[in-house]
């Protein structure tokens, strides 16, 4: 204990402040060294995927057998074109039958025509009964007739009308029998070839994907996600080591519990479909 006070009274006040200077000195180089480091953690490259703008399993709301296909995997389609079409000999039949009584006026024109003299006899009555040469009774029925021939006619104007739609439904129906491409993409899969039968359980045709654009998909932390808002635009490196220009596309809304982090999407025009889906890239923030 002596020695120790006699080392300690060796130290007069300026080396102690010395002491406490290069004290200060080095933690501000260790908070500044340790900053920098959670900066470069918070700002620096995340590594992501790309992946397709919109991958449907293109399928049919209508059951039957494949009667031809149209597509092969890797083919290019357009919105609209035809990918398959199902049998439909049933249902171009049930059309046939539907525009033949669509187009059908004989039962109007007959109920139109018993209307008119209807309404003729009752004019004549009503004119003779003025004139004393028709009862109250013969009246009453020619106005009772005129009515059930009135209803005749109405009840064969909505009949032609019903017909009309049911021709629609049944055009409708053989149209679902078509299953077109509903955007411009390109056949990844197929699932059901001719002669297979499409059911509820197993609709699917085939899958359609959009690689004209493409959405790099990136998980960062919650701190990290709140510097992006859709719209802005960042510098993305591809494998090959091309940058190229991504805007944020999707913000998520929710944390994964699991990993902590918010997914991040961005779209990339890939127009030229020099880009595959499924290759990595680098987001540099």
């Known amino acids: 204990m002596k ?43 995340i ?16 059951t039957g057998a494949i009667a031809t296909l149209n597509v092969r995997e890797g083919e290019r389609v357009e919105a609209g074109d035809v990918v398959a079409s199902l049998d439909s000999r049933v249902q171009s039949i049930q059309l046939q039958i539907a525009k033949k009584m669509a187009s059908s006026t004989s039962q109007r024109s007959a ?17 003779m009964h003025h004139q004393g040469h028709a009862s109250e009774s013969e009246i009453i029925r020619a106005d009772l007739e005129l009515s059930i021939a009135e209803s005749k006619y109405n009840t ?18 053989l149209a679902r029998r078509t299953i077109t491409a509903p955007f411009n993409g390109q056949i990844a899969k197929i699932h059901s070839r001719e002669g297979e039968f499409l059911s509820p359980l197993h609709p699917e045709i085939c899958t359609i994907v959009q690689t004209d654009k493409l959405l790099a998909t990136f998980n960062v932390s919650s701190d ?13 490196r591809l494998e090959n080591g091309e940058t190229v220009s991504g805007e944020v596309h999707i913000v998520g809304v929710e944390t ?4 902590g982090t918010v997914e991040i999407k961005l779209v990339i025009d890939n127009s030229d479909f020099r880009i595959r889906s499924g290759e990595n890239v680098t987001l540099n923030i």
Do not use: C
């Not at 919109?54 to 209508?62: A, G, P, T, V």
């Open 3 to 45: 020695r120790f006070s006699t080392f300690f009274s060796s130290f007069d006040s300026s080396m102690f402040a010395a002491l406490a200077s290069l004290l200060l000195i080095v933690g501000g180089i260790g908070s500044n060294t340790a900053h920098a480091f959670v900066t470069q953690g918070e700002f620096g490259e």
């Open 47 to 62: 590594e992501g995927f790309t992946q397709p703008f919109r991958r449907i399993d293109l399928s049919s709301d209508e």
């Open 111 to 127: 109920a139109a025509k018993s209307l008119t003299k209807r309404q003729a006899i009752s004019q004549r009555l009503a004119q």
């Open 156 to 173: 064969a104007v909505e009949e032609a009308a019903i017909r009309e739609i049911e021709a629609e439904r049944a055009a409708v129906q």
């Open 224 to 236: 990290q996600a709140k510097q992006f808002s859709v719209g802005q635009t960042y510098e993305l």
């Open 256 to 259: 994964d519990p699991q990993s």
